[in-house]
């Protein structure tokens, strides 16, 4: 399943992402989006399929 977060259309993940390494990054600010900007969007879709998933078990 695909969603856009912050701009970014990304897969949600059903692993909790990996923050990347620190030389992973250019530091340059020129790419968009940069690998940081895509590991948040990737961690708030985690954390919201973690959620939903929480709130679909305890209703049940």
Same mark, same amino acid.
């Given at each position: 399943?695909?969603?856009? !977060? +912050?701009? !970014? $259309?990304? $897969? !949600?993940?059903?692993?909790?992402?990996?923050a990347p390494e620190s030389n992973d990054c250019c530091g340059s600010g020129s790419c968009c989006p940069c690998v940081? +900007?895509?590991? $948040?969007?990737?961690?708030? &879709?985690?954390? &919201? $399929?973690? !959620? &939903? &998933?929480?709130?679909?078990?305890?209703? +049940?």
């Amino acid at each position: 399943m695909f969603t856009t !977060i +912050d701009g !970014i $259309r990304l $897969r !949600i993940p059903t692993e909790e992402p990996v923050a990347p390494e620190s030389n992973d990054c250019c530091g340059s600010g020129s790419c968009c989006p940069c690998v940081w +900007d895509y590991y $948040r969007a990737q961690r708030k &879709a985690w954390l &919201a $399929r973690e !959620i &939903a &998933a929480e709130t679909e078990v305890s209703s +049940d």
